[in-house]
């Protein structure tokens, strides 16, 4: 089992940054992948970085170039630097963990 808590969220200005962080505990495997999703009011749930132990990155289009995702491998925890966000970023953004672990996700609110 593996536990997974995010903080960071809030409610921002247009044009603002966040910065999202999620700490897994319980049974962490030495090479692994970690992400962030969000989900908007009335809209499916969608992929928006993950980044493996490596480093590799990977991003949704719509957030390349504004979002940033890294990670401390040495406290299994995930990082999502968010900057010149947009009102359509607003959602509920959930950590997982080797796509099978959920956190229990943090309200981001992009709104002048």
């Known amino acids: 089992q593996v536990q997974l808590v995010e903080s960071g969220g809030g409610l921002v200005q247009p044009g603002g940054s966040l910065r999202l962080s999620c700490a897994a505990s319980?049974?962490?495997?030495?090479?692994?992948?970690m992400g962030w999703y969000r989900q908007a009011p009335g809209k499916q749930r969608e992929l928006v970085a993950t980044?493996?132990?490596?480093?590799?990155?990977n991003y949704l289009d719509s957030v390349k170039g504004r979002f940033t995702i890294s990670r401390d491998s040495a406290k299994n925890t995930v990082f999502l630097q968010m900057n010149s966000l947009k009102p359509e970023d607003t959602a509920v953004y959930y950590c997982?963990?080797?796509?099978?672990?959920w956190g229990q996700g943090t309200q981001v609110t992009v709104s002048s």
């Open positions: 997982r963990y080797q796509y099978t672990y």
């Open positions: 319980g049974s962490i495997r030495s090479i692994n992948t």
């Open positions: 980044i493996t132990t490596d480093g590799t990155r």
